[in-house]
C-alpha cells in the first residue's frame, strides 16, 4: 500500500468512526485556549483542566494577567509541570497580546510564536482550533501514531512529521485530521502498549504489521 492509499484508508476510517472530533481542553475564549495549551506542555488534559476554572477567575483576560505577580501565576498553576516557566510565560503571553496585538488573538502561526510561551505546536493548535486555520500541530502523540501507521516515513523532528501529513491531507480536513492523531494516540495507540487488537487501522499500520506475532501473544 502507497502513501496515497494509506491516508485515504485513514481519512475514510476516522470520518465514518469519529465525524467530530475536538480538543479535550475546556475553555471558553481564544485567550482561555491560550493558556490551556501553554499549560498542557507535557501535562495532562485532565490535571489543566482542573487547574483553569480557578485561573480564569482570577484572570478572566489578558489585561488581568498582564498586571499579575508571577508569584501569584505560579500559586493556581502549581500542580502542573514546570509551574515556574508557565506562570513567567503566562504572564509575558498576556503582556505581549497587549503590547504587539493590542489584546486581540493573532491568526497567523508566525505573530502567534512571538509571544512568550508559545511555540509552534501551540500556534498551529489555536490557528486550527481558534480559526480553522489548516495548520497541524504535532505534539509527541501525533509523532508517535504517523510514525507508527507509516504517514510519516523517517520524519526526526515535529516539523518534518508536519511537514509529510499536510502534503497528503486535504486542508479543509487538517484541523479534524489533528484531533483524531491526537485520541487515537490518547486512547489507543498509547506509548507504551498501543491496544492493536481493537485499533481499526491494524490492517494498514506498519507497526502492527511489523510486529504482530509478538503483539498477538500479549
Not at 470520518?15 to 501553554?38: C, Q, R, W
Not at 498542557?40 to 482542573?50: E, L
Not at 485561573?55 to 478572566?60: A, G, I, N, R, S
Not at 489548516?134 to 501507521?149: E, K
Request: charged share 20%; glycine share 6%.
Amino acid at each position: 500500500m502507497n502513501r496515497e492509499e494509506k491516508f485515504k484508508r485513514f481519512i475514510e476510517y476516522f470520518s465514518v468512526n469519529m465525524p467530530i472530533a475536538n480538543t479535550e481542553l475546556l475553555y471558553g475564549s481564544p485567550f482561555e485556549l491560550l493558556v490551556a495549551v501553554i499549560l498542557s506542555a507535557q501535562c495532562t488534559d485532565k490535571r489543566v483542566n482542573i487547574i483553569t476554572p480557578n485561573f480564569f477567575k482570577q484572570f478572566p483576560d489578558p489585561d488581568t494577567l498582564a498586571n499579575a505577580q508571577i508569584e501569584d501565576v505560579y500559586g493556581l498553576i502549581k500542580s502542573c509541570t514546570y509551574p515556574n516557566n508557565k506562570a513567567k510565560n503566562l504572564v509575558g503571553m498576556a503582556k505581549g497580546l497587549i503590547d504587539l496585538f493590542g489584546g486581540e488573538m493573532p491568526s497567523d502561526v508566525e505573530d502567534l510564536q512571538k509571544l512568550p510561551g508559545v511555540g509552534r505546536k501551540t500556534a498551529n493548535v489555536i490557528a486550527s482550533v481558534v480559526f480553522n486555520k489548516p495548520a497541524l500541530a504535532v505534539d509527541t502523540h501525533v509523532f508517535r501514531v504517523a510514525a507508527r501507521i507509516g504517514l510519516s516515513v523517517n520524519a526526526k523532528t515535529p516539523l518534518e512529521t508536519e511537514r509529510q501529513l499536510l502534503k497528503y491531507i486535504p486542508g479543509e480536513l487538517i484541523p479534524i485530521a489533528h484531533h483524531w492523531l491526537i485520541l487515537h494516540g490518547r486512547y489507543v495507540c498509547e506509548a507504551r502498549k498501543p491496544k492493536c487488537s481493537v485499533c481499526g487501522l491494524k490492517d494498514f499500520c506498519d507497526y502492527y504489521n511489523n510486529n504482530s506475532l509478538n503483539i498477538d501473544k500479549i
